[in-house]
């Protein structure tokens, strides 16, 4: 059964960090793109990084642009997500979801390229 699992998740006050952790089960980590999504209460979800699995290149929205990192582990066998110098906008449940084809290379994070999903880890930015 292939299964996403986020951890990392909690609360935090501004200009603070976080890592957050994506682990898979049932499927090969680092063949996967992988991306990180968050959806923030009464919003869509948006996608805010993706790390390709052909070259490890790593893509990023703007809004998170130099202040969140996405990463693997040198196992292969999880994928990060470093946020630093959080805000209260950030406050959201990220999501990390995996896709077989390099859906890093479709500009905006479309989400239809991405088949397999967690279940989400809550990130609350607040003093």
């Known amino acids: 059964q292939v299964q996403l699992v986020e951890s990392g998740g909690g609360l935090v006050q501004p200009g603070g960090s976080l890592r957050l952790s994506c682990a898979a089960s049932?499927?090969?980590?680092?063949?996967?793109?992988i991306g990180w999504f968050r959806q923030a209460p009464g919003k869509e979800r948006e996608g805010i990084a993706c790390i390709s699995n052909t070259n490890n290149s790593a893509y990023y929205k703007d809004s998170v642009k130099g202040r969140f990192a996405i990463f693997r582990d040198n196992a292969g066998n999880l994928v990060y997500l470093r946020m630093n110098n959080l805000r209260p906008e950030d406050t959201a449940v990220y999501y990390c979801a995996a896709a077989p084809l390099d859906a890093c290379f479709y500009t905006g994070f479309p989400e239809a390229e991405y088949g397999s999903w967690g279940q989400g880890t809550q990130v609350t930015v607040s003093s």
């Open positions: 049932g499927f090969i980590l680092n063949a996967n793109a």
